[in-house]
């Protein structure tokens, strides 16, 4: 079945206390990105990717670090989260750029204490 | 810089009723292309529509249809005969082409509630 997944789902932590969101896609896409979620915010864009070892900034990267070693994988990494980063995070891939409509992950919902 | 507006925070209609959910988009690019997802209470993201700007034919799919107005950058979206499974957080987004700019940029978001 086509996807893409993330892990963990729902993840409890502390400030400061690094982790990594892990997002993987079985369709072979070229492009992945991360999304943030917050109540009347909508979703904002946070890093993307065009493809293997190219990474750009959305619109809000601080604090915030991705890599894509791996077509299929781009995790995200928090080296020292902080109650402001508690959200809803979405992973999403698509084919390319521009034209192409994005497949989400069910999402990580984060909270900093 | 691109921006996406949706001016409709939550809309409450009862079973039935048709609804049109805003989407009013600003873009510096000729060539973009919009889109449509659904969020319903499970938390899944699900694609529902794209546009190019270069093509201004509405759609219809079943219950859906789309307007696209460059003339009045809007992309709106209306639900004939709403069901309380059409109940969901809808979002209008919009990605440019060209140049270095790959962003997809998301309206806030319209919360529609169905009523039985």
């Known amino acids: 079945e086509a996807q893409v997944t993330q892990n963990p789902r729902y993840l409890i932590t502390v400030t400061g206390k690094k982790l990594t969101v892990t997002c993987s896609q079985n369709?072979?896409?070229?492009?992945m990105s991360w999304y943030r979620q917050d109540p009347g915010l909508g979703l904002r864009q946070i890093y993307y990717s065009m493809n293997v070892e190219v990474t750009d900034k959305g619109d809000v990267p601080e604090g915030y670090k991705v890599s894509r070693k791996e077509k299929r994988n781009f995790p995200l990494i928090l080296e020292s989260p902080s109650p402001n980063q508690t959200s809803l995070y979405f992973c999403?891939?698509?084919?390319?750029?521009?034209?192409?409509?994005?497949?989400f992950g069910p999402g990580t919902r984060l909270t900093v204490t | 810089a691109q921006k996406v507006t949706q001016a409709q925070t939550e809309i409450s209609v009862v079973e039935k009723e048709d609804v049109t959910l805003d989407c009013v988009y600003e873009?510096?690019?000729?060539?973009?292309?919009l889109f449509w997802y659904k969020q319903p209470p499970s938390g899944e993201l699900v694609f529902l529509i794209r546009?190019?700007?270069?093509?201004?034919q509405n759609e219809i799919s079943g219950r859906y249809s789309w307007n696209f107005q460059k003339s009045t950058s809007s992309f709106n979206f209306t639900i004939t005969a709403s069901q309380v499974v059409d109940s969901a957080v809808y979002f209008c987004?919009?990605?440019?082409?060209?140049?270095?700019?790959?962003?997809?940029?998301f309206g806030k978001g319209t919360l529609l509630t169905v009523n039985p």
């Open positions: 999403a891939s698509s084919i390319g750029t521009g034209a192409y409509e994005q497949y």
């Open positions: 873009t510096r690019d000729t060539t973009y292309y």
């Open positions: 546009r190019n700007s270069f093509d201004e």
């Open positions: 369709m072979n896409h070229e492009y």
């Open positions: 987004a919009l990605s440019e082409s060209g140049g270095s700019n790959y962003k997809l940029t």
